[in-house]
């Protein structure tokens, strides 16, 4: 039958024949690929019974570690690129899945799917633990997503199109102590590192259980464990903390390379491989991944937005400093890696023997706080750098309390901290302790066996040849101001309602940011309120301008024809003084005073936050001079307090 449907002759009966040949033609191609590619798949499957259950029973090592045997190296085919992807365990279909996923470390325990997942649940389910609040984590979320979530791949575009000789790599040892950790975030830690590491560059994971006594990390972890590949258990006899705890994992760990996470964390895509290629350039370095934060309670892992680097606060609090602007574009635009001052900590990547060379962790900082500060002073001084690898993307969820303490917490990390100043901080450690013992829980108190310990570090020191903290200063981390030696208050000046902090306009006005110390950025806007009652800004000093509102910073007063001079007080209290009216140790009214050159009346203002109506900066939010009422807004902070008279006269 002929139709004629806009002007063109169809012949349908021919159009029908077509199509049957058509169909028939494609069964017969489908039964054909299936005779000859699954059989194969099915052969490459029996072959892969050497890859038997890779776990092992749990052996005495010595007296205080009771360990899982690592597995022996897995045999596994070599599939096309065009078939690789990411693991999941879902993947594990049976011999016909083989084809799709790329051979990844996980791939092992194809044989031990069913049982692996059967175990997982029994595991998940039977377990007794304690509520979300012990942990700081939403463990109930945890509990109810999947062991092999997929996570958003939120390298910088670029980093997608690297590609890595994989057998040039060095392979590692992952470390990952825990103390009694969420269930989930560990195994979760776990899978994602098997999952998501190609099987030549992982050597093993090495769990270091510290002395954990919640009961299903026990038998049941262990039990769940053999049927993992390339994970080992090490038992803690007694509680020794995070520190020792990733030493006992280093000194037994097998592979060239040391890698270093904690238990909540999350292996991105590629995480891996631009790590390992970064130490087979050079091994002399420290370095972390570019890591992402875990959101606590939802558990999302969002992108970043302005890259940071780590750097450190003169009480050796850990603090982010911003990238540059080429940093910034090097790092997105072109994946490159940039130098860091200090490590975040909780994911650390090493040459083995250059981590024991240079002197590996300080077993002398007790249980955790402060390690990943020292080992960036050390490797920087003593000739290595610190190093954050744009393309490698860990999560990380920051917890409110990252570890357990036995004992006093506060003691402990000031101890911690104590060592990491008088080994490596020189002259300005002089800063640390009077701004740390400003509070009376932070006096602690060397004993004689602390002090004698400090003698093998300063040895380490000597022996490496190290600069000194002036070099590092001036050279590593340039940002950090050193506050004038005669500081009584210094830091930021923040609103303790509005959160919101003093910055310097380019016409010399203060205004106020919201982009502060709270946020866990380091200072710009440091204003030192100095013994002669200056509040000073770098070279200059706040003045006061009264009657009008404003505060500007201008030219210190001085009375001799050099600035360097020391103002007499006749010419300071013309320009207007200080007092800082405290209510907490670095916290009060901020009081301005100035002598009336008329009536030689004292006159005084306290500084508020105010919303600006003067034409200059109209509109924005600025510290004024006004009435001393009881208005929130004029409750002030500094970002420290220097109580010098309490420094150990040794120290002095």
């Known amino acids: 039958m002929r139709l004629h449907i806009g002007g063109r002759l169809i012949d349908l009966e021919f159009r029908q024949r077509t199509v049957t040949v058509l169909l028939v033609f494609g069964i017969v191609t489908l039964l054909l690929w299936n005779a000859s590619f699954v059989p194969a798949i099915m052969n490459a499957s029996k072959t892969g019974k050497s890859a038997r259950n890779v776990g092992a029973t749990p052996v005495e090592t010595n007296p205080s570690e009771l360990e899982v045997k690592a597995p022996e190296p897995v045999e596994r085919d070599q599939w096309p690129k065009e078939l690789r992807r990411s693991f999941r365990m879902d993947d594990l279909q049976g011999p ?25 649940k029994d595991l998940i389910r039977g377990q007794r633990r304690a509520p979300d609040s012990r942990y700081n984590i939403n463990v109930t979320n945890s509990d109810q997503q999947s062991l092999d979530r997929d996570v958003p791949d939120i390298r910088p575009p670029i980093c997608r199109h690297f590609s890595y000789d994989v057998d040039s790599l060095p392979a590692a040892s992952v470390v990952i102590p825990f103390y009694n950790e969420a269930l989930t975030m560990l195994l979760r830690t776990v899978h994602s590192i098997l999952n998501r590491s190609p099987d030549r560059l992982l050597t093993e994971i090495i769990l270091v259980d510290d002395c954990s006594t919640d009961d299903h990390l026990k038998a049941p972890l262990e039990k769940y464990l ?12 007694k509680r020794v903390g995070l520190i020792v705890s990733r030493m006992a994992g280093a000194r037994a760990a097998r592979g060239p ?50 890259f940071h680097k780590g750097s450190f606060s003169w009480d050796l609090r850990y603090t982010w400093l911003r990238v540059t602007d080429h940093e910034q574009a090097q790092a997105h635009e072109a994946g490159l890696p940039f130098f860091t001052p200090t490590l975040v900590g909780c994911a650390i990547a090493v040459d083995k023997q250059y981590f024991f060379d240079v002197g590996a962790f300080d077993e002398g900082l007790k249980i955790w706080g402060g390690e990943n500060i020292e080992l960036g002073f050390r490797v920087w001084m003593c000739g290595g750098k610190v190093v954050t690898v744009t393309c ?38 002089r800063f640390f302790y009077a701004s740390t013992r400003l509070y009376e829980f932070k006096r602690a108190e060397f004993s004689a066996e602390d002090a004698e310990s400090l003698n093998e570090r300063r040895a380490l020191r000597r022996r490496l040849g190290c600069r000194n903290f002036e070099w590092f200063l001036h050279n590593v981390v340039p940002q950090v101001e050193v506050p004038p030696g005669n500081a009584r208050f210094y830091g930021e000046v923040a609103n303790t309602q509005s959160k919101a902090c003093w910055e310097v306009t380019d016409d010399y006005y203060v205004s106020m940011t919201y982009d502060c110390y709270f946020h866990k950025v380091i200072p710009e806007n440091n204003f030192a309120l100095t013994p002669d009652g200056l509040l000073r800004f770098k070279d200059r000093c706040v003045k006061i301008t009264a009657p009008a509102p404003l505060l500007v910073v201008a030219q210190c007063p001085h009375s001799g024809p050099r600035s360097a001079t020391p103002p007499d007080r006749d010419a300071v209290e013309s320009f207007g003084f200080w007092e800082f009216e405290t209510t907490g140790t670095v916290s009060g009214r901020l009081v301005a005073k100035r002598r009336d050159p008329e009536t030689g009346a004292l006159e005084h203002w306290c500084v508020t936050q105010v919303t600006n109506v003067l034409p200059q900066h109209n509109g ?26 309490r420094i150990p006269k040794d120290i002095l």
């Open 226 to 237: 053999r049927l993992l590949p390339k994970v080992s258990l090490i038992r803690n006899r």
């Open 96 to 120: 016909k899945s083989r084809k799709k996923f790329f051979p990844v470390a996980m791939e092992a325990a194809a044989p031990r799917r069913n049982a692996i997942l059967r175990s997982q």
């Open 257 to 306: 390379v040391l890698i270093f996470l904690d238990a909540h964390t999350e292996a991105n895509q590629g995480w891996l491989e631009p790590l390992l290629d970064e130490i087979r350039r050079d091994r002399r370095q420290i370095l972390q991944p570019f890591v992402d934060a875990i959101d606590a309670m939802t558990l999302d892992i969002g992108p970043p937005g302005v």
């Open 620 to 645: 924005m939010q600025m510290p004024q001079l006004g009435s001393c009422g009881d208005s929130e807004f004029q409750e002030w902070s500094f970002t420290y307090g220097f109580d010098f008279s």
């Open 392 to 429: 490698s993307h860990v999560g990380h969820v920051f917890k409110e309390f990252p570890y357990r303490f036995d004992g006093d917490k506060e003691e402990i990390v000031q101890k911690n901290l104590m060592r990491i100043a008088e080994t490596w901080m020189d002259g300005v450690k």
